[in-house]
């Protein structure tokens, strides 16, 4: 092979690397990024179980001291939880991703959270009813 063949050989195979990584570059840089902007409940969770130790037993019934006394823990009032979508996402009726899509919003667009599930599914407050948004691309603002 002559040289002049083997030189743009090469220079092909370094443009086409060069054109790879910048593509890679971009992905990592617009991927959505997770973040949990607040978490007042975590705090007043530790401070009042912090205060139920504290709090001296007085033993009348051995059966209700049996109970765990966290029952008041689990009374608090909830603050109400506001989330956005970090990037364009469908909201469905059921949390899989064969549920029926509700409508597609655009990034940015806020909501209230009713619960975050363990199975990567955010269950929203959309339009007046129920709906679901996978955790994936779910932002918690609590503004």
């Not at 006394?69 to 689990?74: I, L, M, R, S, W």
Request: proline share 6%; glycine share 2%; hydrophobic share 40%.
């Amino acid at each position: 092979m002559k040289k002049t063949t083997i030189n743009a050989i090469l220079i092909s195979i370094i443009t086409l690397m060069s054109v790879s990584i910048c593509f890679l570059l971009f992905c990592i840089m617009t991927r959505p990024r997770y973040v949990i902007v607040n978490e007042p409940e975590t705090a007043a969770t530790i401070t009042e179980v912090s205060d139920l130790a504290e709090e001296p037993q007085q033993p009348e019934n051995p059966v209700a001291d049996s109970v765990p006394e966290t029952a008041p823990v689990d009374e608090q009032p909830q603050s109400t939880m506001h989330g956005k979508t970090s990037t364009r996402v469908n909201i469905r009726d059921a949390a899989s991703e064969n549920a029926k899509v509700l409508s597609t919003v655009d990034e940015g667009t806020t909501f209230e959270i009713i619960e975050i599930q363990d199975n990567g599914w955010t269950k929203i407050l959309y339009e007046g009813s129920e709906a679901y948004i996978s955790s994936s691309f779910v932002i918690i603002t609590n503004e």
